[in-house]
């Protein structure tokens, strides 16, 4: 199958599929006469494991590591048991600083429980007062969307 249709099977976009590529998580296909990629089913396996594994939010790091142990045909699966646990222990992380930054917007919001003018309006204060703050980037932690 021509790109297009692996992007269409798969719901990747082309240009996520050629920087899968780039990365070296997908195996480059073989091209056609025409110079068109030509995608075979184990791409479109392939494509749908990584992705998966992105949908568990793995970095491409964690899922290079996978693939390796899943191509390697290692006798166990104890590198993939030890990835995991450590990926756990990022979102358990990640779930208490969300936590702590949910705490910390709750806190912000009662600073302005109805709505006033703009320069009454507690939220805005308390934002502008803790951008002064030295700390202030480190008391949100590593916060990302």
Not at 12 to 40: D, Q, S, W
Not at 84 to 100: M, N, P
């Amino acid at each position: 199958m021509k790109i297009g249709e692996l992007a269409t099977s798969s719901g990747t976009p082309v240009e996520t599929i050629r920087y899968y590529e780039r990365e070296g998580l997908l195996p480059v296909p073989a091209r056609t006469e025409g110079n068109f990629r030509r995608y075979e089913p184990p791409h479109l396996e392939r494509l749908q494991f990584i992705r998966h594994c992105r949908s568990l939010d793995m970095s491409l790091d964690e899922i290079r590591v996978l693939l390796g142990v899943k191509d390697g045909g290692a006798e166990n699966c104890a590198n993939v048991n030890a990835l995991i646990d450590a990926h756990i222990g990022h979102v358990s992380a990640r779930i208490r600083e969300l936590r702590a930054l949910e705490k910390q917007l709750r806190e912000l919001r009662q600073r302005c429980c109805s709505p006033s003018s703009v320069d009454q309006c507690g939220i805005l204060a308390e934002l502008s007062v803790a951008a002064q703050e030295p700390a202030a980037v480190t008391r949100l932690g590593v916060h990302s969307r």
